[in-house]
């Protein structure tokens, strides 16, 4: 055996060894009977329906019991989590649509059929909360917008729900096949500061049908106390929790930020090099950190027939990246196609590029395609 | 219980009958679109096969091989009809940002990416995915030899890519 074959078992060996998680089964037999195996181009119709007639359910019998789902960790043992992990990043804008097959729905998921468990972490402003749901081979139906912090008696706390960060918004990736394969997480943020009771749990509508109401116990920091001072509840995201996604608020001061990409003569498609800057326009520094953001790229570029439009994202979760008063920091990003190379940009054409993290106006800017 | 002889009839055989390979066609997905599509690679993949179960032809290959092949298709359609992949490398660490863990060998990654096609194909399922060469023949629809001669001619490409002399 030769060196690259070596590597190349090597690598394959490794490889193979990651672990997985084993992928599911659509729920074929309800797909079939609902007629919900339809061509691709059919699936915004699908989601039309879905949209229509899901909510006609959850609604449907108007009661709101209380149900206490099971708690899959102990409060006992839980040890904060910092606020700069990647679980409680800051979910980009998306640059691009997600696409997919129609969602996976399983049987509606009871009460019993659901773990969940929530956390808070202190974050630059107030702290953050990360609630956890599993279904067991079921479907939620969470609706972020719903968060109430309770107190030990079960009464609401006195928190405002409103807006974060309204510039270049988070969003969420297939939420509904987060939903529909019932393993999902919601972030949101209480910001400022508190200084009332505590808050014991959590409660939200997270499932379809008539209980659709959890309460959930709530473990970790509350937001400091200072007089004469409010406080705010930012509903986040629905996302995946396998794997995770990124669904926390953006923080508001990250709007005194703005982001534009260095200009670039041509660029070169095996290996597109580009660098971001961050300004602070304030007299105050801005942290990327408690919480950090992910970040999305899109590259769109004329191709032998038509355009093609690449993307990813990436996170800035690895630093406490801190962008000084009327100050910037610079941001290195390179990145290779995974493409086909028959799927080659044309020489001579124009490449666009955009960049963008949430709370943020998206920084783009237009190349050359080098001839390579 | 389904076996490869036999076509499932309904979505529990169906269940039986793919759950053995569902590792072998994440892992092929994963290997395709690693920066995060693979899952509706899969997915779809699976719809497939069970729309189309009644083509199963249990003397052209295994289930495992018509399954590798459907998740081949699609993931090349996914790619097609939506959008290429960028894959972000941190030029910071070294390491490549993105959903999945970071590859074993980055540089190895990188030129595999740049194989034509075919070649790239054959790396991947007998090296990453550890097929035998007739599987892989099967799962290409194509010969063992022109596998073995494609298998040839990818490493020929991967060592310039890599300056490896030998």
Redesign the interface.
């Known amino acids: 055996m030769?060196?690259?074959?070596r590597?190349?078992?090597?690598?394959?060996?490794?490889?193979?060894a990651?672990p997985?998680?084993?992928?599911s089964?659509?729920?074929?037999?309800r797909?079939?009977r609902r007629g919900w195996?339809i061509p691709?181009a059919m699936t915004g119709a699908a989601a039309v329906v879905a949209a229509v007639v899901i909510p006609l359910v959850a609604l449907g019998g108007g009661d709101t019991a209380r149900v206490r789902a099971p708690v899959t960790n102990p409060s006992s043992s839980h040890v904060p989590e910092s606020a700069n992990a990647e679980s409680y990043a800051v979910a980009p804008p998306l640059l691009?649509a997600p696409?997919?097959?129609v969602s996976?729905r399983k049987p509606p998921c009871t009460p019993a059929d659901v773990t969940a468990k929530a956390a808070t972490a202190t974050a630059s402003d107030g702290v953050l909360g990360l609630i956890t749901i599993h279904g067991a081979g079921c479907s939620v139906a969470v609706d972020p917008a719903t968060i109430t912090l309770l107190d030990a008696a079960g009464q609401p706390l006195d928190v405002a729900v409103g807006p974060g960060n309204p510039t270049n918004p988070v969003q969420a990736v297939r939420p509904d096949?987060a939903q529909g394969v019932g393993s999902v997480k919601v972030g949101f943020a209480w910001t400022g500061a508190y200084c009332g009771p505590a808050a014991a749990s959590v409660r939200l509508a997270a499932l379809p049908g008539e209980q659709s109401e959890l309460t959930i116990p709530l473990t970790g920091p509350a937001p400091r106390c200072a007089p004469n001072a409010g406080s705010r509840l930012v509903p986040g995201l629905v996302g995946s929790d396998s794997?995770q996604v990124a669904v926390e608020p953006a923080p508001v001061a990250w709007s005194g930020l703005t982001a534009s990409i260095e200009p670039i003569g041509t660029v070169h498609q095996?290996a597109?090099t580009f660098t971001v800057v961050l300004a602070n326009r304030t007299a105050t520094a801005i942290a990327l950190s408690d919480p950090c953001p992910r970040y999305e790229?899109?590259?769109s570029a004329p191709v032998p027939v038509g355009t093609?439009?690449?993307?990813?994202?990436?996170?800035l979760c690895?630093?406490r990246l801190v962008v000084p008063a009327h100050g910037s920091i610079r941001i290195?990003?390179?990145?290779?196609?995974?493409?086909?190379?028959?799927?080659r940009w044309r020489p001579g054409g124009t490449v666009h590029l955009a960049w963008a993290i949430a709370g943020v106006p998206t920084a783009e800017t237009d190349a050359i395609i080098a001839a390579d | 219980m389904a076996t490869d002889r036999a076509v499932p009839r309904?979505?529990d055989e169906?269940?039986a009958w793919?759950?053995p390979h569902?590792?072998a066609?994440?892992?092929l997905a994963?290997?395709l679109?690693?920066?995060?599509?693979h899952?509706?690679i899969?997915?779809?993949a699976?719809?497939r096969a069970?729309?189309r179960r009644s083509t199963f032809d249990p003397d052209r290959g295994s289930v495992q091989t018509w399954l590798l092949a459907i998740v081949t298709d699609r993931a090349?359609r996914?790619?097609r009809?939506?959008?290429?992949?960028?894959?972000?490398?941190?030029?910071?660490?070294g390491s490549v940002?993105?959903?999945q863990?970071d590859?074993?060998?980055p540089a190895?990654?990188?030129a595999v990416?740049?194989?034509?096609?075919r070649q790239r194909m054959v790396?991947e399922l007998y090296?990453?995915?550890?097929l035998p060469v007739a599987e892989c023949a099967a799962v290409l629809g194509i010969a063992e030899g022109t596998v073995k001669s494609t298998l040839s001619d990818a490493?020929s490409r991967?060592?310039a890519l890599?300056e490896?002399t030998?």
């Open positions: 030769n060196e690259l074959d590597r190349l078992t090597d690598a394959g060996t490794r490889f193979r990651i997985q998680a084993l992928p089964l659509p729920d074929l037999d797909r079939r195996l691709v691009r696409t997919g097959p996976l096949i794997p095996d597109l790229v899109s590259a093609m439009s690449s993307g990813t994202g990436g996170s690895s630093e290195p990003i390179t990145a290779s196609f995974t493409g086909a190379t028959t799927d | 309904d979505a169906f269940g793919v759950r569902l590792m066609m994440k892992h994963v290997r679109a690693p920066t995060g599509d899952d509706d899969v997915q779809e699976l719809l069970w729309l090349r996914i790619r009809r939506a959008w290429s992949v960028l894959r972000l490398v941190d030029e910071r660490n940002a993105g959903a863990p590859p074993v060998d190895l990654d990188i990416r740049q194989l034509p096609r790396i090296y990453f995915l550890g490493r991967l060592r890599l490896v030998e």
